[in-house]
C-alpha cells in the first residue's frame, strides 16, 4: 500500500514538470495562428517605448543589424514630447510573415510649443521564433516634430 501513494507523488511531479511546456507550447501556437494579434501587441509596446524613451527597449523589436544606428538616432529624439502614438492602418502580406504599418505620431519639441502630427510607414516581418521585428524610419520621427514652423495664423 505504501507504494501507490509513492507512485502517485512522482506522476503528480512529473506531470507539473510539464505543466510550463505545455502553456509555453500553446503561447507559441497561439503566436502562429494569431499573427494580426500578435503584431499589433508587439507594434503597441514598440510604440509605447519610443514615445517615453525607453530606447533600449524598442530596440529590442528592430532588426538587429539597425539597432545601432537605431539607438543613434533615438538620443536625438531627447527633445520631443510624444503626447500620442497610434497604428493609422496595419496590413498583411498574403502568408502573413510580414507587414506594413503606418503610424501616427504626435509630439512637440521642447523648444516650440505647437504640436505636430507625423506618419511614419513602418515594415514589420516575423521571424522563424514569430517575433516579429521593424525596419524603422526614425529619420522621418526625427524630421517631423521640429521641421516645419508654426501655422502662420498662430505665429501672429
Known amino acids: 500500500m505504501r507504494i501507490v501513494p509513492s507512485v502517485l507523488l512522482a506522476a503528480a511531479i512529473a506531470l507539473g514538470g510539464c505543466a510550463p511546456i505545455a502553456v509555453n507550447g500553446m503561447q507559441h501556437a497561439t503566436r502562429a495562428l494569431e499573427p494580426r494579434t500578435d503584431l499589433q501587441d508587439t507594434i503597441d509596446r514598440y510604440l509605447s517605448d519610443v514615445r517615453y ?3 533600449d527597449e524598442a530596440a529590442e523589436r528592430v532588426e538587429p543589424a539597425l539597432q545601432g544606428r537605431f539607438k543613434a538616432k533615438a538620443r536625438s529624439l531627447a527633445d520631443v514630447r510624444f503626447t500620442d ?3 493609422d492602418s ?8 510580414s507587414a506594413e504599418a503606418v503610424v501616427v505620431y504626435r509630439g512637440y519639441w521642447l523648444s516650440s510649443p505647437f504640436e505636430r502630427e507625423i506618419r511614419v510607414v513602418q515594415h514589420w516581418y516575423r521571424q522563424r521564433s514569430f517575433d516579429w521585428l521593424v525596419e524603422p524610419d526614425l529619420d522621418a520621427v526625427v524630421a517631423g516634430p521640429g521641421s516645419s514652423q508654426p501655422p502662420a495664423a498662430l505665429a501672429n
Open 53 to 55: 524613451g525607453r530606447i
Open 85 to 87: 502614438a497610434r497604428v
Open 90 to 97: 496595419l496590413t498583411f502580406s498574403p502568408d502573413n510573415s
